[in-house]
């Protein structure tokens, strides 16, 4: 549930008509509703009232933006960092390091040592060859880092494959079955404090039967490593709970589904969980703003030209994902178009033939579901500036990220010097 509903006929974010908002700041925008982040946050936490004192790390790759993160801080999330810049933003944003997961194929020695210095609660390690780099790091500064490893437990999640991320031949984590020489090894480096064991096997799940028979593998090698002598006290079921996109496919489980899934497969395993949602709290909780820049005539269907484009909103044009596009002054009119941006690529296309409510040059319209890989995967293809991300709360608003101004993309580059003498 979200707080964007039709009052008096137009859309609003909360209290805040969508029009208000795009008359001050113009198009395109990001646009997120506080209440509908906060519900999300409870909804989640209600899932898991059954679990001994759960962890949860918000993914911050989901919505770093620093309201979002000082929102969810204040709710009392932790955080899933995957860089130096993630960690720094979680904690500018308030969230406490004892709270913070690092995970991650490809850190850094040096990101390493600012999670280190920061005091972070675990680094979730994907490899033997991460595992000697962080024990050094962790070493040199005289002490010992807290780890868990990330298991591959060798399951298709069964959702879009650039998101799937179990299976035996993706990049992340170690092989289930090297798990045990890999603890081993681990206990016996000198800068690392085995804490426990971490699984993430995809996002925009919808079906629970491979979580579950990740987490049910998950617990057998806690036995196992522990049988081994390891002292295992937490474990990591990572994110990746759906959420609806499409009105037309059957909707994802919900959190508590989810929940009572967890309960029962973890029973007795004796650990803290931790989990890291990211889209299941901020999906539905943003809209992309953008106006109608002309309605051109095409051979089946009319395209309706957005000025948003690829560049701002990658989810279609990466993975065909579904955004249901709205009127934000719905006629009651319906129509069937195809709904592009102005980027000069093929698949710089939101929808195909999509069945919508009618709009004209000119109208503005929004993108559901845009609060997660939104605004965060956004780029300056073709010149374009990042848009401006707005927070509304309650009939309160305000921009909470600038527009990036042209003038800032053409004053970040530079001549080499033995140009910069000679006229153009
Ligand atoms: N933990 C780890 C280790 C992850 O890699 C991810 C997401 C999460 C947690 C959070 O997953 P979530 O709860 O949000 O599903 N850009 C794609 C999604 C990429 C997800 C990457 N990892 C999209 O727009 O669908």
Redesign the pocket.
């Given at each position: 549930m979200d707080h964007f509903d039709l009052k008096d006929g137009v859309l609003h974010a909360e209290d805040v008509p969508l029009a208000a908002i795009a008359d001050a700041v113009g198009t395109p925008a990001y646009v997120y509703s506080t209440a509908t982040i906060e519900r999300h946050v409870r909804v989640f936490r209600d899932a898991l009232a059954a679990l001994a004192d759960p962890w949860i790390a918000f993914?911050v790759?989901?919505n770093p933006n620093a309201a979002v993160l000082a929102t969810l801080a204040r709710a009392g999330l932790g955080a899933?960092v995957v860089s130096g810049g993630e960690l720094r933003r979680a904690l500018a944003a308030g969230v406490p390091a004892a709270k913070i997961v690092f995970?991650g194929v490809g850190k850094t020695a040096e990101e390493m040592a600012l999670a280190l210095d920061a005091g972070i609660g675990q680094f979730n390690v994907e490899s033997l060859e991460e595992l000697r780099t962080l024990s050094a790091v962790a070493a040199a500064r005289g002490g010992k880092a807290p780890i868990a490893f990330r298991i591959n437990p060798n399951v298709d999640a069964g959702t879009h494959s650039k998101?799937s991320?179990g299976r035996a031949d993706d990049k992340f984590g170690i092989a289930y079955d090297r798990a045990s020489a890999a603890y081993a090894e681990a206990a016996a480096l000198p800068g690392l404090a085995i804490r426990g064991v971490a699984v993430?096997i995809g996002?925009?799940l919808t079906d629970l039967a491979p979580s579950r028979a990740a987490f049910e593998r998950i617990g057998r090698l806690i036995q196992r490593l522990r049988a081994e002598g390891h002292a295992i006290a937490t474990a990591d079921l990572?994110?990746?709970?759906g959420v609806p996109y499409n009105p037309a496919v059957p909707v994802p489980p919900d959190p508590a589904s989810y929940g009572a899934m967890v309960a029962e497969v973890t029973a007795g395993w004796d650990v803290r969980l931790i989990f890291?949602?990211?889209?299941?709290i901020v999906g539905n909780a943003g809209v992309l703003i953008a106006r109608v820049v002309r309605v051109k005539e095409g051979v089946e269907y009319p395209f309706v030209v957005v000025d948003a484009g690829m560049n701002d909103l990658m989810?279609p044009s990466l993975?065909d994902?579904w955004h249901t596009v709205r009127a934000a002054a719905p006629s009651g009119a319906r129509f069937t178009a195809n709904i592009v941006g102005p980027i000069c690529e093929t698949g710089d296309t939101f929808a195909r033939g999509r069945e919508m409510e009618r709009v004209a040059e000119g109208d503005l319209v929004a993108f559901m579901t845009a609060g997660?890989?939104g605004a965060t995967?956004a780029g300056t293809y073709n010149s374009r500036g990042l848009v401006p991300e707005i927070m509304v709360s309650g009939n309160n608003w305000a921009v909470v990220r600038d527009r990036q101004p042209i003038e800032a993309l053409l004053a970040a580059d530079r001549l080499p010097p033995w140009m910069e003498d000679e006229p153009a």
């Open positions: 993914a790759k989901a899933d995970s998101i991320t993430h996002s925009q990572g994110g990746g709970l890291e949602p990211g889209r299941v989810r993975y994902a997660a890989y995967m």
